[in-house]
């Protein structure tokens, strides 16, 4: 989302006529869509638009009420992000079982060189639990016996947080559609190799195997196609 423009995120089952019925709401009220996206994967429907608010005819507020009706009438999740809703990002970390990457996002924290509020620690497994609570940070277990995760609950626990922005920490689980279309360009995942060389797992191997000489790792943001989303660094 760039500086100037709202974002407004649709989720839900794939049905007809709710690009026309959102984007007339906005249109009603002064607001005007620069960008439009839309995709469905798995029967999940997910629209992301960003648009401008400067010459909106109703308040924030207002606008965020009509969109949540909108959404209970159409079976959808409809939110919308301005761009002066916080001056904290607020951040949720989803971990499994390692700890380096957890750690060093605490230690930045407290050193202030994260300028963002660490909010909520989720994993699909509880073996983080203790570093989590040592730094005064909720913690979830979302996992089964086997560590598959409920994201029913995961998106409970983000939206009860408030969250802007998820990072995985070494999560190892692939996270579906339905959690990824909900926080479209709001998913980071640090992947241990060059990308977009050598996605999926085992890139360690698939480098030395391909006789790789740079080494390195990839910020990028997490989308449905595993380890091709945009690259922040």
Not at 94 to 120: I, P, Q, W
Not at 133 to 146: L, R, T
Request: with cysteine.
């Amino acid at each position: 989302m760039t500086g100037r423009l709202a974002q407004v995120t649709v989720v839900g089952d794939d049905k007809k006529g709710i690009i026309a019925r959102v984007t007339t709401l906005l249109f009603e009220r002064g607001v005007n869509v620069e960008d439009l996206d839309q995709a469905v994967q798995e029967g999940v429907f997910r629209m992301t638009l960003h648009v401008d608010t400067s010459d909106m005819v109703v308040k924030e507020e207002t606008l965020r009420e009509a969109l949540s009706d909108l959404g209970d009438e159409l079976g959808q999740d409809i939110s919308v992000r301005f761009p002066g809703d916080r001056e904290t990002d607020r951040i949720a970390v989803l971990v499994t079982k390692e700890s380096h990457c957890l750690e060093a996002l605490v230690e930045a924290r407290k050193s202030g060189t994260l300028d963002a509020e660490l909010s909520v620690v989720v994993g699909n497994r509880d073996h983080l639990a203790p570093v989590a609570e040592d730094a005064g940070i909720p913690f979830y277990d979302v996992g089964d016996g086997s560590g598959t995760p409920d994201e029913e609950w995961l998106l409970d626990i983000l939206d009860e947080h408030d969250v802007d922005l998820v990072v995985l920490a070494r999560y190892m689980r692939i996270l579906g559609p339905n959690v990824v279309f909900r926080y479209e360009d709001r998913i980071i995942n640090v992947h241990p190799s060059l990308l977009p060389a050598f996605p999926g797992a085992e890139a360690y191997r698939q480098a030395r195997e391909e006789g790789v000489r740079v080494a390195g790792v990839t910020a990028h943001y997490v989308t449905t196609d595993l380890d091709q989303g945009p690259i922040v660094t």
